[in-house]
C-alpha cells in the first residue's frame, strides 16, 4: 500500500510558477509509474502529467506541454510537479497518483490505472 501527500498550492498571478511535491509512504514506492491529474468545478478530472517507475519517461497532457515538468526522487520517495507560466486555466485541485500503467503511453494518461491517490492540494491562479 502506498499513502500520498500532495502539497505546494497556492494562489498566484497569471505567469507564475508553483511546484507541487507528492510524498509517499509505504513499500515499494519505486516500482509505481506515478501520474497527475487536476479537477475543477463542474469538469472530469483530467490527465496532467506522468511519470514512469525509474524516471526515464515522461508524459504530459498536450495543454500543459512545454510549460510543466514531472520528476521523482526515489531516494525520498517524492514526485514533483513544476509548473511555470500558469494560466487561469490551470484553476484546480491536483492530485498525484500511483499506479502500475501497462507500458503504453495512452496508459499513463488514464485515470483507471492508477490505484493510489493523495487527498489534492488547491491551485488558483488569478488574471
Known amino acids: 500500500q502506498v499513502q500520498l501527500v500532495e502539497s505546494g498550492g497556492g494562489l498566484v498571478q497569471a505567469g507564475a510558477s508553483l511546484r507541487l511535491s507528492c510524498s509517499a509512504s509505504?513499500?515499494?514506492?519505486?516500482?509505481?509509474?506515478l501520474g497527475w491529474f487536476r479537477q475543477s468545478p463542474g469538469r472530469e478530472r483530467e490527465f496532467v502529467a506522468a511519470?514512469?517507475?525509474?524516471?526515464?519517461?515522461?508524459h504530459y497532457a498536450d495543454s500543459v506541454k512545454g510549460r510543466f515538468a514531472t520528476s521523482r526522487d526515489n531516494a525520498k520517495s517524492t514526485v514533483y510537479l513544476q509548473m511555470n507560466n500558469l494560466k487561469p486555466e490551470d484553476t484546480a485541485v491536483y492530485y498525484c497518483?500511483?499506479?502500475?500503467?501497462?507500458?503504453?503511453?495512452?496508459?499513463?494518461?488514464?485515470?483507471?490505472?492508477?490505484?493510489?491517490w493523495g487527498q489534492g492540494t488547491q491551485v488558483t491562479v488569478s488574471t
Open positions: 497518483a500511483a499506479g502500475r500503467p501497462t507500458g503504453t503511453t495512452m496508459s499513463y494518461f488514464s485515470d483507471q490505472q492508477y490505484e493510489y
Open positions: 509505504g513499500r515499494y514506492f519505486n516500482t509505481y509509474a
Open positions: 511519470i514512469n517507475w525509474s524516471g526515464s519517461s515522461e
